[in-house]
């Protein structure tokens, strides 16, 4: 079985990486050609967000044809020469696989609309009620009703997300044997990693019924038993079979109780998850279109929760900041102007060194931000936009909807990669998609010759790599009632050493009382974003503004 915790994962959104034949997308041989790069910071593995046949209303999350590249991003023999290129430099590759919903354009959706009995049991088809309103109240998670009309019929189809986003009906045993096939066509091309969309909200009840608000609502689709048997199925039926897969389960408003059993290994379900919790605490009032400093305590918690009680019950986390779904870390929880350096590297420090498997999103390597757009007619994401209308509607001003946007937008994480200081980034030689912003402060060509994020990241999956303490060791928070520093311990029960991080999330100096088991113990230095050199613990400690340390102590 794979070790978990001594790989790294890097994510790359394909359509903003590179743009090998300057249609201003990012392609597969774009991918290819950035080969050296990747090779440098030493992961073991590659998410690329999907590149399927799609229609791309939701970037690719909609999926027509699961078993072709979407001529947007090349040809599956571009495909296979990634597989194999990537092979040759021990790097594996994970693909997104969309199974709670297809596009409309798809063809089994297509079938059913033309009325093939077997393809509309693949779908969630319900009628309206009796007063004519939709068969249920739910509502879309893109906003407006979960509901569409069905073609000409008299029929709704359910969907989560978007309306072109249709919801399969996993309940149908069909249905769970195609998704089985589609994920053994990829490893029969050599693929090991899969990342499975939203996986927990495919086990929704057999009758399905209105809400009573939208939290109870969320109960009637999410993390409901039948998801763990699925997993179990899919597991055996595929990525199973092979003793080097690694899988990951995006969970929506999940529990540690249900990650535990997603990710614990003898419940042959996932490797591990992904939760969201800890991205949710600059959300006013649970809500993620508003606008809030992070609550850091809540923070501390959160991590301290998911951290010591997943070690306990023998589950796995995923560990990231970032993903093609949120902001930029380092607007939320670091200092993007004037310690953007010192906090990029204090943000990776917290979540390298934890117990889990880290996810780097591109770019984050490199300290990229926000782009900060200055109109809303340059964000193209669906999500996004409903959200502006929405605010507008319920009489928020023009600027005030778009500061909003500005904070929260998905296309935060969606501009192209910045290559170097070019008008288009470096990523094309014409106008890209989404327009790339503070290429002249940041990128990578930057970064290489004169910066310290990038090496500082190579230093942190060097330590994953080298200390067994990192991947294999538990995990216990200290200092949890101070409100400036996050620090846990990583401990064996077989080993007398043990390393302390502290991680201070404010851009002001900060003074804390070592714990008095710790007093006088001597330490060598780890990893440090500022000066500092080994010797004995004293009774206290001052950190600087946004200063990550770990420290290997040896009795
Ligand atoms: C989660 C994906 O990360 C997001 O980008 C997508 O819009 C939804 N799932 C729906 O597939």
């Not at 790989?7 to 903003?16: D, G």
């Not at 990583?490 to 302390?500: A, E, P």
């Not at 999330?505 to 990893?527: M, N």
């Amino acid at each position: 079985m794979v070790n978990l915790g001594k790989k790294v994962i890097y994510q790359i959104y394909p359509k903003s990486f590179y743009d090998s034949n300057n249609d201003g997308i990012g392609d597969i041989q774009g991918i290819i050609q950035k080969i050296d790069y990747i090779k440098k910071l030493n992961v073991d593995m590659i998410w690329f967000n999907p590149f399927f046949v799609s229609p791309q209303n939701d970037n690719g999350y909609d999926i027509a044809n699961y078993y072709q590249i979407d001529p947007l991003f090349g040809t599956m023999a571009d495909f296979d020469e990634l597989v194999s290129k990537l092979k040759e430099i021990n790097v594996g590759v994970m693909l997104d696989m969309v199974f709670n919903h297809c596009s409309t354009s798809n063809e089994w959706f297509q079938r059913a609309l033309a009325g093939d009995e077997k393809y509309r049991k693949f779908f969630y088809l319900r009628k309206a009620k009796p007063d004519g309103s939709l068969p249920t109240n739910w509502q879309s998670k893109f906003g407006g009703p979960a509901w569409a009309k069905f073609g000409d019929t008299d029929y709704y189809y359910l969907h989560l997300y978007d309306p072109s986003q249709a919801d399969l009906n996993w309940h149908n045993p069909e249905v769970r044997q195609e998704v089985y096939k589609v994920v053994n066509f990829w490893r029969a091309k050599g693929v090991r990693g899969f990342r499975f969309d939203v996986i927990n909200v495919i086990g929704k009840a057999d009758k399905l019924v209105d809400s009573t608000d939208p939290v109870q609502e969320k109960s009637l689709y999410t993390d409901t038993p039948i998801v763990h048997q699925y997993l179990k199925e899919l597991n055996a039926a595929s990525f199973g079979k092979d003793f080097d897969s690694i899988t990951v389960g995006e969970m929506s408003s999940t529990t540690i109780k249900n990650s535990i059993k997603y990710s614990k290994p003898s419940e042959h379900e996932l490797s591990m998850v992904f939760n969201f919790h800890h991205l949710k605490v600059d959300y006013k009032n649970g809500e993620k279109w508003s606008k809030m400093p992070f609550d850091f305590m809540k923070l501390k918690n959160l991590f301290a929760d998911w951290q010591e009680k997943m070690d306990q019950g023998g589950g796995w986390n995923a560990l990231f900041w970032n993903n093609h779904d949120q902001p930029m870390a380092l607007n939320r929880f670091g200092d993007p102007g004037k310690y953007r350096i010192k906090s990029a590297e204090m943000l990776a420090t917290a979540i390298h060194l934890m117990r889990g498997t880290p996810y780097i999103y591109m770019g984050e390597e490199i300290g990229m931000i926000d782009p900060d757009y200055s109109s809303i007619n340059n964000y193209v994401d669906v999500e996004s936009l409903n959200a502006f209308n929405k605010l507008k509607k319920q009489g928020m001003s023009d600027e005030g909807a778009l500061a909003i946007v500005k904070a929260k937008s998905r296309d935060n994480s969606r501009t192209p990669m910045h290559w170097d200081s070019d008008q288009y980034a470096g990523f094309s030689k014409v106008k890209p998609w989404l327009m790339p912003r503070k290429q002249m402060q940041i990128n990578v060509c930057k970064e290489l010759t004169q910066g310290e994020i990038f090496n500082y990241y190579q230093k942190l999956i060097r330590i994953r790599k080298h200390e067994d303490l990192i991947s294999d060791g538990h995990i216990k928070m200290f200092l949890k009632n101070d409100p400036q520093i996050l620090a846990y311990e990583r401990f064996n029960l077989d080993s007398t050493s043990k390393i302390l991080v502290f991680t201070n999330f404010y851009g002001q100096e900060h003074k804390i009382q070592i714990p008095t088991a710790y007093v006088d113990q001597p330490y060598s230095i780890l990893i440090s974003n500022y000066q500092r050199v080994a010797g004995n613990l004293q009774p206290s400690l001052i950190f600087k503004p946004y200063e990550a340390l770990a420290i290997k102590l040896k009795p």
